[in-house]
Every structure is written in structure tokens, then in C-alpha cells.
């Protein structure tokens, strides 16, 4: 079955640069979801899109930014990059909001693991 | 503010013995939980899910217990198996909120 793709798998920037990371959700999934994972810590929640919209955001930092487009991929765009934003960064898709909670249920890509020097 | 917590970073058992993981959450709105499995540099894959007005919730070696009062669930593996060790996370997922709210994991591994 087709799962949640993220590119680029890894990537290695200097402080200062920018990067965008990009998800291709499951087929059929509307609602994407970004999460960073730091060294020995637990997924924290960015940001999400249901329908193309921003539907909730978290801790995101405001050099960062995100969108979904029409094809419901999404790309996350990070600015002057800085030593901490080295983490994992995952991606998840879910069916939003039409389904019960099975369908709400988020699969997660392999992440893209982002390295700042 | 932690609204899910696994106070056991790590937890050792022996091949074909029971594993009991343990979740704890303040916000009593949570309706949905979630246990996923987590491979070193890989995203966390989905295990099993129980929804809040369920009390248990079995799917081969996996069976999830919720305790609603005590707002308290376990993920129970057995028999446990080498290919079981890995970082396990508690989630907890709110309709209103549409988000996943991580515990901060459990490393688990199985002892040959």
C-alpha cells in the first residue's frame, strides 16, 4: 500500500540557509501534519493543513513556514537556519475530518533528517 | 506543560515474557489513543489505537488497557519478541484539537 513520502531523506545545511522539506501524503489523505523530533526528544507537533487550510498550528518558529498545495502534497520552508533546528522531521496524513477515529488515525513518512553545521 | 507521560524511559524484558508499557494523561478530553513503534532513524509506524469508550483493545500480541478514571493506559506485548525492541510512544488525540499529543517514549528491549 502507498505510504506517506518525504523528501529529501536527509539534508545537510549551514546555519543560516534555508531548506524546504516536502510530504506527499497517502492517496485520498487531506490532512497533513508536521512534526520535529530532536535528539532524545518526543515528536512535537508543528503544524497541520486539512483541505489545503491551516487547521492548527504548534510550536512552529516564525522562521519557519508551510502550505499544502492542490495536489494536497505540502512543503515546509525553514529560514535562517540555526544549530537547533537539527532534528527529524516527520511528516503524517490522515483523512482529516470526514471519518470516524480510525480514519483519523495519522501514518507517518520516514522523515527527513536535517542537519544544521 | 506534559499532557502525556511515559515515566519509564526504558524497560528490559526477557524473549517471550510479558512487556507492559505504561501512559499517563492530565487532559480528560482526549477521546482517542494511540500506541506507535518507533525504529532508530525511522518515523514512528501506527501499533494499535483504543478509543475512549472502549476499555481494552487486542490485536494479536498487542492488547491496549484504558483506565479513564484513572486516566492511565498500557500497551501489553506477549509474548514478546526480539523484533519487538524499539522506542514506543503513547499518543493521545482529541477530535476538537485534530493532533497527535506524544508521550515521551519508551525504549524497549527484548533480552534473548
Known amino acids: 500500500a502507498a505510504g506517506v513520502i518525504q523528501s529529501p531523506r536527509h539534508l545537510i545545511k549551514e546555519k543560516r540557509e534555508t531548506a524546504t522539506l516536502k510530504c506527499y501524503p497517502i492517496?485520498?489523505?487531506?490532512?497533513v501534519y508536521w512534526y520535529q523530533q530532536g535528539p532524545g526528544q518526543d515528536p512535537q507537533f508543528l503544524i497541520s493543513?486539512?483541505?489545503?487550510?491551516?487547521?492548527d498550528k504548534g510550536s512552529i518558529p516564525d522562521r519557519f513556514s508551510a502550505q499544502q498545495f492542490s495536489d494536497y502534497h505540502s512543503e515546509l520552508n525553514m529560514s535562517s537556519l540555526e544549530l537547533g533546528d537539527s532534528a527529524l522531521y516527520f511528516c503524517?496524513?490522515?483523512?482529516?475530518?470526514?471519518?470516524?477515529?480510525?480514519?483519523?488515525?495519522?501514518?507517518f513518512g520516514p522523515g527527513t533528517r536535517l542537519t544544521v553545521l | 506543560d506534559q499532557q502525556v507521560k511515559q515515566n519509564s524511559p526504558s524497560l528490559s524484558v526477557q524473549e517471550g515474557r510479558i512487556s507492559i508499557l505504561n501512559c499517563d494523561y492530565t487532559?480528560?478530553?482526549?477521546?482517542?489513543f494511540l500506541w506507535y513503534k518507533k525504529y532508530p532513524a525511522e518515523g514512528p509506524t501506527f501499533l494499535i489505537s483504543?478509543?475512549?469508550?472502549?476499555d481494552k483493545n487486542e490485536d494479536g500480541r498487542f492488547t491496549v488497557f484504558l483506565n479513564k478514571s484513572a486516566k492511565h493506559l498500557s500497551l501489553h506485548i506477549v509474548p514478546s519478541q526480539p523484533g519487538d525492541s524499539a522506542v514506543y510512544f503513547c499518543?493521545?488525540?482529541?477530535?476538537?484539537?485534530?493532533?497527535?499529543?506524544f508521550g515521551q517514549g519508551t525504549r524497549l528491549t527484548i533480552n534473548p
Open positions: 487532559n480528560s478530553m482526549f477521546d482517542y
Open positions: 503524517a496524513s490522515s483523512s482529516g475530518l470526514a471519518g470516524g477515529p480510525s480514519t483519523d488515525t495519522q501514518y
Open positions: 499518543a493521545a488525540y482529541s477530535q476538537g484539537a485534530q493532533k497527535l499529543v
Open positions: 493543513f486539512y483541505e489545503k487550510m491551516q487547521s
Open positions: 492517496p485520498r489523505h487531506d490532512t
Open positions: 483504543i478509543s475512549s469508550i472502549k
